[in-house]
């Protein structure tokens, strides 16, 4: 026999329902953040999170690391906290968290999005907005990792951009932003021994039979980012759902078809303190 929701119970649901619809805005079946001041554009919701950990998979493939600072020496150590800075789906943090237990991991964002279920318990979530500033004490970490943040930062200096670029600069956002982390990072006035790696992501049919799997998955990330971007990109290019269809499916065979790469970049260097230093990506 079936019993009525208590008032509490449907008081609580109701609230949780509030929450959720002052967190988070949804468009065309998709989740996306609701923070006012945020320029993020892709959703925020578990179709995404599955790109996102296929990507992390295929980035770490690609690097054949999880980072580039020399920190080995520290992942050992009980005392080790590092932090994620956008951790979005966690995908990074989970794996390093999973591959060296003994640390603390801390991932930080403007909205949880990750997989409670699979949680390592050496992993913290923090629930904030980066543009406002890190909510913890100067020297609170041994390492600070951050990548995938293009559609989330504001530029920091002028720019100029092509006209194919004008959606980013409506919004702030700064498209060739990976050539200029060496430069972020020495006027950042705080960093020694700034360092730098690229690699090429090749999408096309020049790829190796080694790498071909690794090409077309790539390709399935990239259609699933236009896909996610569709409520946006269609106000910007001014077209209807339909054409905008067609161009993601061409699109897919033209990354493939003319071999279209991309360089993925990684800047590491140490923070400058009196009696050691910070390592942070």
């Given at each position: 026999?079936?019993?009525?929701?208590?008032k509490?119970?449907?008081?609580?649901?109701?609230?949780?329902?509030?929450?959720?619809?002052?967190?988070?805005?949804?468009?065309?079946?998709?989740?996306?953040?609701?923070?006012?001041?945020?320029?993020?554009?892709?959703?925020?919701?578990?179709?995404?999170?599955?790109?996102?950990?296929?990507?992390?998979?295929?980035?770490?493939y690609?690097?054949?690391?999880?980072?580039?600072?020399?920190?080995?020496?520290?992942?050992?150590?009980?005392?080790?906290?590092?932090?994620?800075?956008?951790?979005?789906?966690?995908?990074?943090?989970?794996?390093?968290?999973t591959?060296?237990?003994?640390?603390?991991?801390?991932?930080?964002?403007?909205?949880?999005?990750?997989a409670?279920?699979?949680?390592?318990?050496?992993?913290?979530?923090?629930?904030?907005?980066?543009?406002?500033?890190?909510?913890?004490?100067?020297?609170?970490?041994?390492?600070?990792?951050?990548?995938?943040?293009?559609?989330?930062?504001?530029?920091f200096?002028?720019?100029?951009?092509?006209?194919?670029?004008?959606?980013?600069?409506?919004?702030?956002?700064?498209?060739?932003?990976?050539?200029?982390?060496?430069?972020?990072?020495?006027?950042?006035?705080?960093?020694?021994?700034?360092?730098?790696?690229?690699?090429?992501?090749?999408?096309?049919?020049?790829?190796?039979?080694?790498?071909?799997?690794?090409?077309?998955?790539?390709?399935?990330?990239?259609?699933?980012?236009?896909?996610?971007?569709?409520?946006?990109?269609?106000?910007?290019?001014?077209?209807?759902?339909?054409?905008?269809?067609?161009?993601?499916?061409?699109?897919?065979?033209?990354?493939?078809?003319?071999?279209?790469?991309?360089?993925?970049?990684?800047?590491?260097?140490?923070?400058v303190?009196?009696?050691?230093?910070?390592?942070?990506?």
């Open positions: 026999m079936g019993c009525l929701p208590s509490s119970s449907e008081e609580s649901n109701f609230i949780n329902l509030q929450n959720i619809q002052t967190e988070f805005r949804f468009i065309d079946g998709r989740r996306f953040h609701n923070v006012a001041n945020s320029v993020y554009a892709l959703p925020n919701d578990d179709d995404e999170s599955d790109r996102l950990h296929v990507q992390h998979f295929l980035f770490r690609m690097w054949q690391s999880f980072f580039s600072a020399p920190i080995e020496h520290i992942l050992n150590d009980p005392e080790t906290k590092i932090l994620d800075v956008g951790c979005g789906s966690a995908s990074w943090s989970f794996d390093m968290a591959t060296y237990p003994l640390i603390k991991i801390y991932g930080l964002d403007i909205s949880s999005n990750q409670v279920s699979i949680k390592p318990k050496n992993f913290t979530f923090v629930k904030a907005n980066v543009l406002e500033g890190l909510p913890f004490d100067n020297d609170t970490f041994d390492y600070v990792f951050q990548r995938h943040l293009l559609g989330g930062n504001v530029p200096d002028e720019i100029i951009y092509h006209k194919d670029m004008e959606s980013m600069k409506q919004r702030g956002i700064d498209p060739y932003i990976a050539q200029k982390l060496v430069k972020y990072a020495q006027d950042q006035g705080q960093l020694e021994n700034i360092k730098q790696e690229v690699r090429e992501c090749h999408y096309g049919i020049k790829s190796n039979d080694a790498d071909l799997k690794f090409s077309k998955a790539a390709i399935n990330t990239i259609i699933g980012m236009f896909i996610s971007l569709k409520s946006f990109l269609i106000e910007i290019l001014q077209i209807s759902s339909e054409e905008y269809d067609e161009l993601v499916k061409a699109s897919e065979k033209e990354l493939f078809e003319y071999d279209t790469y991309f360089y993925q970049v990684r800047v590491y260097a140490n923070k303190v009196e009696n050691n230093s910070e390592s942070t990506d």
